[in-house]
C-alpha cells in the first residue's frame, strides 16, 4: 500500500518551490516596479506600492523587441522542425535496424555534444563567415542543429527501442516498404517522445546566447537573449527594462511546458521502464 505524504513533506516541497520560483517572482516584481524603487532601500523589497507597467511598454517602445521575438521564433522553429526530422530518422535507424557499429555511431554522437561552446564557437564562425552564412537565420539554424541534434537522437533511441517489433513485422507481412511502416506504423506511436524531443529542441534554441551573439551582429539578426542582453544603456543599467523583458520571454515557455508538461513526462520517461 503507498503511504501518504505527511505535513514534513509539504512543507519541504512548498520551500523547494519557493527557492525555484524566487527568481522569476524577484524578477516580475522588479518589473513592475516604477525607476524610482529599482535603486536605494526599496530596491530589495519584495513588493511595491506603485505597480506600473511602464517597463514594459518601454521595451517595445524604446527597442525592436518584436524584430528579437521575431528573430528567435524563426530560428528555433525551423531548428526544432529540421533538428526533429533528422534525429527521428537516424534514431530509428539505429533503433530497429540492423547493422554492425551501431553503438560506434551512437558514441560519436554523444561525443559531439561533449565540445563546449567555446572550443567550436571560433571554426564555425570562420565557417560562417567565408560562405557568407552570418548575419542571417540559417547562420543560426546550422549551429543550433549541431548542439541539439546529439540529445535528440538519444531520446528518441531510447523511446523507439520501446515500441514492440512485432507491429513492423506485422506490417511486412501486409506487403508495407521500410518508410510506410516508419510512417504509418512506428511514428505515430512515437508522438509523445517526438514532441517531448521538440519542446526541449525549441528550449534549447530560443535560450542560446553565444552563438547568436557572435555570428548575427546586426540589429535585424539579434535574438532575444542577445536584444536583452544588448539593453545597457551608456550611463545606467535599464533594469527595468531587462526585468520587463525577461518575463515576457520567460511567460511562453512556462506556459508551454506547464500546458504539456503530461506529454515531456510521458516522452521522458517512456524508454526508462521495460514491459
Same mark, same amino acid.
Do not use: C, H
Given at each position: ?39 536605494? %532601500? ?85 565557417l560562417l563567415k ?41 506490417a511486412k507481412m %501486409? ?11 512506428i511514428l505515430p ?51 527595468? %527594462? ?34
Amino acid at each position: 500500500m503507498n503511504k501518504k505524504a505527511g505535513p514534513l513533506f509539504y512543507i519541504f516541497l512548498a520551500i523547494f518551490v519557493f527557492i525555484v520560483m524566487f527568481p522569476f517572482l524577484w524578477m516580475l516584481v522588479s518589473s513592475i516596479k516604477p525607476i524610482s524603487e529599482l535603486f536605494g %532601500d526599496k530596491a530589495f523589497t519584495p513588493f511595491t506600492s506603485k505597480p506600473t507597467l511602464e517597463n514594459y511598454v518601454s521595451v517595445f517602445v524604446n527597442y525592436p523587441f518584436l524584430r528579437y521575438l521575431w528573430n528567435s521564433f524563426v530560428v528555433s522553429g525551423i531548428t526544432t522542425v529540421y533538428t526533429v526530422l533528422i534525429a527521428s530518422f537516424t534514431a530509428y535507424a539505429i533503433a530497429r535496424l540492423k547493422f554492425k557499429g551501431k553503438t560506434i555511431i551512437l558514441g560519436l554522437v554523444l561525443s559531439v555534444s561533449m565540445f563546449p561552446q567555446i572550443a567550436t564557437i571560433s571554426p564555425i564562425y570562420i565557417l560562417l563567415k567565408n560562405i557568407g552564412l552570418t548575419n542571417s537565420y540559417l547562420g543560426l539554424i546550422i549551429p543550433y542543429t549541431t548542439i541539439t541534434l546529439p540529445l535528440s537522437i538519444w531520446i528518441l533511441v531510447t523511446f523507439f527501442r520501446k515500441i514492440p517489433f512485432d507491429l513492423e513485422e506485422a506490417a511486412k507481412m %501486409d506487403g508495407a516498404t521500410l518508410m510506410q511502416t516508419y510512417w504509418k506504423v512506428i511514428l505515430p506511436l512515437a508522438v509523445p517522445g517526438i514532441f517531448t524531443t521538440a519542446i526541449l529542441v525549441f528550449i534549447a534554441a530560443w535560450n542560446e546566447f553565444l552563438f547568436a551573439l557572435t555570428i548575427n551582429t546586426e540589429d535585424k539578426f539579434k535574438t532575444v537573449p542577445v536584444g536583452i542582453a544588448m539593453f545597457e544603456g551608456q550611463f545606467t543599467v535599464p533594469w527595468g %527594462d531587462i526585468t520587463a523583458a525577461t518575463i515576457i520571454v520567460t511567460v511562453p515557455l512556462v506556459i508551454m511546458v506547464l500546458l504539456f508538461q503530461r506529454r515531456i513526462v510521458s516522452g521522458l520517461t517512456s524508454g526508462a521502464v521495460k514491459e
